[in-house]
């Protein structure tokens, strides 16, 4: 199991959906932190507390771009998946990203 804080082991100000859009964006996150252990099937504990907030588009790329760029499905990223959260709307917001990235893939 690994355990990823995002506030100290990435940054307090997560932004931006892609890379162009600065080193702290979803898809830095997911590339250096989720996509390895996700795709060799380990779980991973994301604990979100502590940055000063996440926008939609780096949630969506992080989370959602797990099932696009690994082709997997929800449920079996979510399987995989565990997060530590204060709000727990946050998590729910993840959580419908990765499914609504499922729906839209054509496999």
Known sequence: ???????TDFTRFPSGRF???GSTSGEAFREQFLEKPIAEGQ???VILDGT?????SFLEEAFGGLV?????SADRVL???DFQATD??????????VKDADTKLSR
């Open 1 to 7: 199991m690994t355990a990823i804080n995002v506030s």
């Open 19 to 21: 890379k162009k859009n």
């Open 43 to 45: 779980k991973v504990v």
């Open 52 to 56: 000063v907030g996440y926008g939609s």
């Open 68 to 72: 696009r760029k690994l082709q997997m």
């Open 79 to 81: 399987s995989l998946l």
């Open 88 to 97: 727990s709307s946050l998590v729910d917001e993840i959580k419908q990203y």
